[in-house]
């Protein structure tokens, strides 16, 4: 089992940029596929990015590739998203979630663990 706790968000202007992460308890962080993703108000959750166990692939959501950065420390049990160029359309709450699946998976439901969110608005 792995508990997840998220930080970095807040209030940033359009075209700014913010470092999100996301530290996950336990000795297994290296045995879990991570992802993040948002959920703006009377939406569903979508899939935003995820990282491979070792970290040495990704996949993005077509809305954020080119702007938004997943890595991983697994020596530190810590995921990052960095998100440069933001737009008002990326305001939303952030959600990192741990999956025990090998392959990058983008849907929310294939994730068992999940943090409890950081909140991000972007101003235009």
């Known amino acids: 089992q792995v508990q997840l706790v998220e930080s970095g968000g807040g209030l940033v202007q359009a075209g700014g940029s913010l470092r999100l992460s996301c530290a996950a308890s336990g000795r297994t962080f290296s045995s879990y596929g991570m992802g993040w993703f948002r959920q703006a108000p009377g939406k569903e959750r979508e899939f935003v990015a995820a990282v491979a166990r070792g970290g040495g692939s990704a996949d993005y959501a077509d809305s954020v590739k080119g702007r938004f950065t997943i890595s991983r420390d697994n020596a530190k049990n810590t995921v990052y998203l960095q998100m440069n160029s933001l737009k008002p359309e990326d305001t939303a709450v952030y959600y990192c979630?741990?999956?025990?699946?090998?392959?990058?998976?983008?849907?929310?439901?294939?994730?068992?663990?999940w943090g409890q969110g950081t909140q991000v608005t972007v101003s235009s």
């Open positions: 979630a741990a999956t025990t699946a090998v392959a990058l998976i983008t849907w929310p439901s294939a994730y068992a663990y």
